[in-house]
């Protein structure tokens, strides 16, 4: 009797098995075949997605870039956070927030909503919390961001802001998938992005986008442009709505 029980028990977790390989298999957010590989700019990681190479993730040992006194005169963040018309009670998520050079301006203009900072590198991570702990900033999340999520909850957030970030994901159209459900109805996503048109601008190639590619792979993800505002010395300030 144990030996048939036992047979059961091992047929049953066979099948079981076999069944959920054939939903992962088949599952609609299995994107694997939108990628292409093949070799590229050194500055790449050799893999494609609609037609341009995914750029190399910039590591932590760049924080002190990201927090360079020239930035402002350089990317004039105080008029990219000014398009994002920030209100005190919004919810934002900035994902590849990175040391949090844009989430600590951020947390003073929606002193009573909430900031989300998404990174993938517990370096950065790191960063940002001793920092929020040393300045005593209760509006704030640190959250650990994944190659294939920003492991937000599904409507909650009313702003997605991404600079310079993009342009890097191993899995650019999962990640905007996870955007896309985290996103409430009427919010808005803010891409930020060095003009790939402009060849005066000072950043490697892989490491830009035009408004025509963007466009092209948001749209694909469920975005539509609403607007982009050219009012920033080297980046486009692109602003997607879910369609």
Not at 104 to 117: D, H
Request: charged share 25%; net charge negative.
């Amino acid at each position: 009797m144990q030996k048939a029980i036992l047979l059961f028990f091992l047929i049953f977790m066979i099948v079981q098995s076999n069944s959920s390989f054939g939903q992962e298999a088949n599952s609609e957010d299995n994107y694997e075949d939108n990628y292409e590989y093949k070799e590229g700019d050194p500055s790449g990681i050799g893999k494609w997605y609609m037609g341009r190479e995914i750029a190399h993730v910039m590591g932590f040992q760049g924080m002190r870039w990201l927090e360079r006194p020239e930035r402002e005169k350089e990317e004039n963040t105080t008029t990219l956070l000014s398009n994002m018309d920030i209100q005190p009670n919004d919810i934002i998520a900035d994902i590849g927030a990175g040391s949090g050079y844009h989430v600590f301006k951020m947390v003073k203009l929606a002193y009573e909503g909430q900031i989300y900072a998404v990174d993938i590198q517990d370096e950065m991570l790191e960063a940002i919390q001793n920092k929020k702990e040393s300045l005593g900033t209760l509006n704030l999340k640190t959250v650990k961001g994944g190659e294939q999520s920003v492991n937000l909850k599904v409507n909650s957030v009313d702003k997605i802001l991404m600079v310079d970030v993009y342009h890097e994901f191993n899995f650019p159209l999962e990640m905007l998938a996870s955007m896309h459900k985290a996103l409430r109805k009427n919010g808005k996503l803010y891409l930020i992005e060095y003009r790939g048109e402009d060849d005066n601008v000072p950043i490697k190639l892989l490491h830009k986008m035009t408004e025509k590619q963007a466009v092209k792979e948001m749209n694909a993800a469920g975005f539509s442009l609403e607007s982009n505002t050219d009012n920033l010395p080297w980046q486009h300030c692109m602003v997607f709505i879910k369609k």
